[in-house]
């Protein structure tokens, strides 16, 4: 009878799944099921405007059945301003963040993004330190610490007319004055504007006037930060871009990107400092200078060195992010050169493995990348400071009157000296 009884209890219990057994049973499936969910990230970064951001996240969130990576583009002129108002109100909701080059430092001195140092393995690191363009690297990285992954660069160039050239019979320019001389020579005998660059005042205005000054082994800022701008070397630099202005247009001080590729495309100028977007324009079906352009190194200061100031993207880790293993995991993925390759053939961008500017696919979908190469390894970062919009600020102004005769060279250097001490208290 107690055997029977027994028995009758086991059965009982089995069907309705009422014993201690059934319920861990139960409580073990739902944490199965919730350990099976994927870690949910979110990738913001201004929109590309061609799809190829988009496609690497999907095919990423394909391969990572753990990890699921949500893509969210802002239009390029709104992304600081967001993310800044987000990562001063601690937004956890922020993961990985693509940011401009000249952001680093400041976001890292805010902290609002993490050291990516400690996320790295040894093979990261080291595909890092010898794998990856140098300059761009040296870029992220304040007080010691990398803070995001490069992933596309650019950096200024001088376009010439090859045509031009070939036909004179002379090589691109090496030095400013060397530059100066022929714009004067050919302009003068072709009928068109010797050089064009970006001469208002606005950011591009420092691109230009920090390519000449550390062409001249001048520097705005030291590595400690100190403004050391009023200098012989820097006085000579802001003489030439001065000079400069005998063979540009009328009313350049008002020109951008726009308008100096507008001039030079148009067949107009002789020689262009500009960015690597440019090249696509001259290039495509219809442009009046397409199989005309060369590109080379920007010109080399007296007993100074050729010079580029770096643009370009870099991710970077949220310090609100709940995840940062996997946020770093998706970034690692993200600039493997397998990656990084769609981005060079699809969307035309400046990769910072170096070993894709000798890979043939990319070479044969975009030729001018060697070229480009040469240009990204005279990358010079601007000013690193956490207060860098107001550093730009006092660079704008004070350039911008000597540039406009407004205020003599070595006046100008001397105030800026001045603003950019008071801006470092």
Not at 110 to 122: E, H, K, Q, T
Not at 278 to 295: C, D, F, Q, R
Request: charged fraction near 25%.
């Amino acid at each position: 009878m107690k055997k029977w009884a027994a028995s009758l209890l086991l059965l009982s219990l089995a069907v309705t799944g009422c014993s201690p057994s059934g319920e861990n049973q139960e409580a073990g499936a739902g944490k199965d099921e919730a350990a099976k969910k994927p870690v949910e990230l979110t990738f913001t970064i201004f929109d590309d405007g061609v799809g190829v951001d988009k496609k690497l996240v999907e095919t990423f969130n394909q391969s990572h059945p753990d990890i699921k990576v949500t893509y969210k583009p802002l239009p390029s002129g709104e992304l600081r301003d967001r993310l800044t108002t987000w990562l001063a109100a601690k937004d956890d909701s922020l993961d990985v963040l693509g940011l401009d080059i000249v952001w680093i430092s400041e976001f890292a001195k805010a902290g609002w993004i993490s050291p990516v140092d400690d996320l790295m393995d040894a093979a990261m690191k080291e595909k890092v330190k010898t794998g990856f363009l140098k300059a761009p690297v040296d870029a992220v990285t304040v007080d010691g610490k990398m803070y995001a992954v490069p992933w596309n660069s650019t950096a200024g160039m001088l376009y010439y007319r090859k045509d031009i050239l070939e036909k004179e019979g002379v090589q691109p320019p090496q030095t400013w004055d060397e530059l100066l001389t022929l714009s004067k020579e050919l302009g003068q005998k072709y009928n068109m504007n010797g050089f064009v660059g970006q001469y208002k005042q606005y950011e591009g205005l420092v691109t230009n006037v920090l390519e000449i000054m550390e062409s001249y082994n001048g520097k705005i800022l030291d590595d400690s930060g100190k403004p050391v701008v009023n200098s012989p070397e820097n006085v000579k630099a802001l003489q030439t871009m001065v000079k400069l202005k005998e063979v540009m247009p009328n009313g350049v001080n008002t020109y951008m990107e726009k308008e100096s590729q507008e001039t030079f495309l148009n067949g107009n100028a002789v020689f262009m400092r500009h960015w690597n977007s440019a090249w696509p324009l001259a290039e495509k079906e219809g442009s009046a200078v397409k199989g005309k352009v060369g590109v080379v190194p920007l010109p080399k200061g007296e007993n100074g060195k050729h010079a580029s100031t770096l643009g370009g993207w870099n991710l970077a880790v949220s310090q609100t992010s709940k995840h940062p293993k996997e946020a770093f995991e998706f970034i690692q993925w993200m600039t493997e050169a397998k990656q990084q390759k769609v981005k060079a053939i699809e969307g035309g961008r400046l990769p910072s493995d170096v070993s894709l500017y000798e890979d043939q696919e990319v070479l044969t979908k975009n030729d001018s990348f060697k070229s480009f190469y040469e240009v990204l390894k005279n990358g010079v970062s601007r000013p690193k400071s956490p207060r860098y919009g107001k550093v730009t600020e006092a660079i704008q102004q004070e350039v911008s009157l000597a540039f406009n005769g407004q205020k003599p060279v070595e006046q100008a250097l001397s105030d800026l000296q001045k603003k950019l001490e008071d801006v470092a208290k």
